[in-house]
């Protein structure tokens, strides 16, 4: 599906969100959601409000704040709580279900995607009698370059104990 298609389409169930909830279609909430979709990271409130005042958009942080909350009820934003971190978002239409590895010590988010997991959904939605709708993976570690300086520390500790 393309970019500019898919554009469309997400305005399109936005303002349909919009109005079925009586709440205004303002500019700025579009330009949200335009930043957002946009994107093709994970990100958090602060960093999303401070890239849309870098590019000269007239948001607010309360406004940043409310409009996600909206993208979130209307399936076009995803929230996730990654251990002890702040919420970090990430655009939800037209993306395939993944799973992500997150590094407890800087905070990397890395996707991946793994047809087991939606095979052993399947099944345990069948052997439970069980309608799945949708599934959350983590895996919470240390990332290879963390894990490097937690070696090289160990090394420097270990050498001036010993010196």
């Known amino acids: 599906m393309s970019t500019n298609?898919?554009?469309?389409?997400?305005r399109k169930i936005f303002e349909a969100?919009?109005?079925?909830?009586?709440?205004?279609?303002?500019?700025?909430?579009?330009?949200?959601?335009?930043e957002i979709y946009s994107r093709d990271d994970h990100f958090d409130v602060e960093t999303l409000y401070i890239h849309m005042k870098?590019?000269?958009?007239?948001?607010?942080?309360?406004t940043v704040y409310n409009t996600l909350e909206l993208l979130v009820s209307c399936d076009l934003v995803t929230?996730?709580?990654?251990?002890?971190?702040?919420?970090?978002?990430?655009?939800s239409y037209g993306y395939h279900q993944?799973?992500?590895?997150?590094?407890?010590?800087?905070g990397k988010v890395v996707e991946f995607c793994d047809p087991r997991i939606h095979q052993i959904q399947s099944m345990v939605g069948d052997l439970l009698k069980f309608e799945i709708k949708h599934h959350s993976l983590n895996l919470?570690?240390?990332?290879?370059?963390?894990?490097?300086?937690?070696?090289?520390?160990?090394?420097?500790?270990?050498?001036?104990?010993?010196?």
């Open 5 to 10: 298609h898919n554009s469309e389409l997400v």
């Open 17 to 34: 969100y919009l109005e079925n909830k009586s709440l205004r279609k303002t500019p700025e909430r579009f330009a949200i959601l335009e």
């Open 54 to 62: 870098n590019q000269k958009y007239r948001v607010s942080r309360a």
């Open 79 to 91: 929230k996730h709580q990654f251990g002890k971190n702040m919420a970090q978002f990430e655009k």
């Open 98 to 106: 993944h799973d992500h590895i997150i590094c407890i010590d800087c």
């Open 140 to 163: 919470y570690g240390s990332c290879f370059d963390c894990s490097a300086k937690h070696a090289m520390n160990n090394q420097n500790a270990d050498i001036k104990h010993a010196s």
